[in-house]
């Protein structure tokens, strides 16, 4: 199998940014879609928020890939 090389302590931190940035935006755009009267869009919206949030405090992994070794 092949191994993953190892994140670089900048690799890890830009990558906390993105996450970061894209939970940011899934809360405005469940402002938006609450506007709308789209619950659907809301309740999958607030479940991405949540995962984003998650995986910023280490409860899950950024993948699943490779995740039963």
Do not use: F
Not at 43 to 69: C, F, K
């Amino acid at each position: 199998m092949p191994v993953r090389p190892t994140h670089t302590p900048l690799e890890k931190a830009r990558t906390e940014q993105n996450i970061a940035y894209i939970r940011q935006m899934l809360a405005e755009l469940r402002g938006v879609a609450a506007s709308e009267n789209a619950d659907m869009l809301c309740y999958l919206i607030e479940m991405a928020y949540i995962e984003a949030g998650d995986v910023l405090a280490g409860h899950r992994p950024l993948t699943l890939a490779n995740n039963s070794q």
